[in-house]
């Protein structure tokens, strides 16, 4: 009998090469984690013209677009690899993501030449001055430190933008895939997202679409967790190649945030600000460039606006202590957040200039006042060099 269940299946994600071109060709490494149920969303619009007509029967209607069909999937954020790495990252689904939506990605900071140093400087025997923008997982005598590359000087030494959480000692500096705030000129590529039922003929695949908000959430003890809201200008039923057998999702998941994991919050010459929770949220305005020739009468999604948001909730020890001021417009050091460094499943993000956006917000954190102070990023060009992802204004990085 030709029933699928909503709560089985199989779900993956990849780059196009352009729009109006989906992609057909999933591998293993394309796959996504995501809760439980995900339904598929079939949008068309109707379009119809109200009739003189002598009774109240309806107008004929005819089929219109299939464009501006949305999906949100949620699921724990994941590593680009469950082995020690021995290289710069590659990119994963995660990754995909976040890069669909924010514009830029690559990946760098790998080093065997890490030679020790203090909080503030990471010593190497050489060093490329192109790190710096980028995050590498220094080594020290526990589990490791993020660092992001500020001030680089070659063959010497790197001044991370943010503290250390710790001494950096000889060793093997991890390197990351580093997603990062474009600009208006960078547009990224589509997406195709092919979702598997559990009967054979049950296949749908949306194309032609990008992510207009995604939400990480870093809350103590919790799993990181990512939530995505997804635009589609086209879809269509495959029609067979449903009904996946058993596999294992070969991306770790991201362990809990708790500082035995290396979960960390920290203001540049602050130090720790010990967060109840952090949630970035990251929204892209797309709009439709309608063609009438393009297939769906969209020819595209044009990223006409993007923002970060850094939402951090703590239990202060005083409403009057530094950073948590009241006065919207007030610029902070950098602001880094690291879910955890272990490395290939380590996640670190890093907002270099921020402003707080409004009045810090005071709620209860169970029986405790919290407060929330909400974060966005103003213009930042301190990095050495000018090349992305150098004096790019927020960046997340995959170790």
């Known amino acids: 009998m030709a029933i699928s269940l909503v709560n089985k299946g199989r779900v993956a994600i990849k780059a196009q090469s352009a729009w109006g071109t989906a992609e057909t060709s999933f591998a293993s490494t394309d796959f996504l984690e995501v809760e439980a149920p995900v339904m598929p969303v079939l949008m068309r619009e109707t379009l119809g013209v109200d009739t003189f007509r002598p009774d109240f029967t309806a107008p004929p209607r005819v089929a219109g677009s299939k464009a501006m069909a949305t999906m949100t999937l949620k699921g724990p954020l994941h590593g680009w690899s469950a082995a020690t790495p021995t290289n710069n990252p590659t990119i994963h689904p995660d990754a995909t993501i976040l890069r669909a939506i924010l514009g830029g990605g690559a990946a760098l900071g790998y080093s065997t030449a890490a030679t020790g140093g203090t909080a503030a400087l990471a010593t190497f025997s050489t060093i490329p001055t192109t790190f710096a923008g980028y995050a590498s997982l220094f080594p020290t005598a526990g589990a490791?430190?993020?660092?992001?590359?500020?001030?680089?000087?070659?063959?010497?030494?790197?001044?991370?933008l943010v503290d250390l959480d710790g001494t950096p000692i000889t060793g093997t500096a991890l390197g990351s895939y580093v997603v990062w705030l474009a600009g208006p000129e960078t547009q990224a590529l589509p997406l195709t997202l092919d979702w598997l039922g559990t009967d054979t003929t049950a296949r749908m695949r949306y194309f032609d679409g990008l992510p207009s908000k995604v939400t990480i959430t870093l809350a103590a003890k919790a799993?990181?967790?990512?939530?995505?809201?997804?635009?589609?200008?086209?879809?269509?039923a495959v029609g067979s190649g449903g009904a996946p057998t058993g596999y294992a999702y070969g991306y770790p998941q991201m362990p809990a945030c708790i500082g035995a994991n290396g979960f960390s919050t920290r203001i540049d010459a602050i130090g720790e600000i010990c967060p109840t929770t952090v949630v970035i949220e990251i929204t892209q305005t797309l709009d439709p460039a309608d063609c009438g020739s393009a297939d769906q009468g969209v020819d595209s999604l044009i990223a006409s606006n993007r923002e970060v948001l850094f939402t951090v909730t703590r239990n202060p020890t005083t409403l009057g202590a530094t950073p948590w001021t009241d006065a919207p417009g007030t610029a902070i050091a950098a602001l880094q957040v690291d879910a955890n460094t272990t490395g290939g499943r380590a996640f670190s993000g890093i907002m270099k200039a921020p402003q707080v956006k409004s009045s810090p917000t005071p709620q209860a954190n169970g029986n405790l006042l919290g407060l929330s102070t909400v974060y966005e990023a103003l213009l930042y060009s301190g990095d050495t060099g000018s090349t992305a992802p150098a004096d790019i204004a927020v960046a997340f990085a995959f170790l």
């Open 144 to 160: 490791g430190v993020i660092g992001w590359h500020n001030l680089v000087i070659v063959n010497t030494s790197s001044a991370p």
């Open 223 to 236: 799993q990181p967790m990512i939530e995505v809201e997804y635009v589609f200008l086209n879809w269509t």
